[in-house]
């Protein structure tokens, strides 16, 4: 069955610096990826949206990327803020439909000033 | 639009009592989506509706679980009886689906739910 990895620990990185998120899946090749934010007792909300045939998308300080060879994506921050400091998800189409949107485990993000 | 409104915000409830969480999608968007979160699990999908229809519930627990979407402003998420185990964060999203893809999900703020 299809599987979805993000960092498996909390990533801490000193303000200014850039922040590297990495989602990885497995066992089948989706058509889009999306990155949401999440903070403490808040829904997700959407940050950027790639699609298979895009290698990469930025949105101001954000950069994604998506390698369907590696069957990756990574999620940059650059100039990382106290403020971007939250949980971040990935989210794909499943194998089972285009329109089934499921969501990996995250990565919790801390900012250090 | 005042975007997703979920209700109750929270909800405490005793094992074996019936549970409903209601849901009120953005004006216009196809889809409509029931998610769960816990540490252990993250975010799982339940069931996911488009245009009042549900496609996929492959997501719900058991047979305790059920959601209706009566009309395209308003669905609910149903646990009865419900347990310990059902505690999480339940939220409900929307999105207007292009048919192809889905474009981004609007959240909203979810509903805390203990069983005692």
Redesign the interface.
Known sequence: SQKIEQNSEALNIQEGKTATLTCNYTNYSP??L?W?RQDPG?????LL?I?ENEKEKRKERLKVTFDTTLKQSLFHITASQPADSATY?C?L?SP???????????TSLSVIP | DAGVIQSPRHEVTEMGQEVTLRCKPISGHDYLFWYRQTMMRGLELLIYFNNNVPIDDSGMPEDRFSAKMPNASFSTLKIQPSEPRDSAVYFCASSLGTGVTNEKLFFGSGTQLSVL
């Open positions: 058509a889009y999306q949401y808040r829904g997700p909300v959407f949206l699609r998800l989210a189409d089972a439909a285009y329109d089934k949107v499921i969501f990996g485990p995250g």
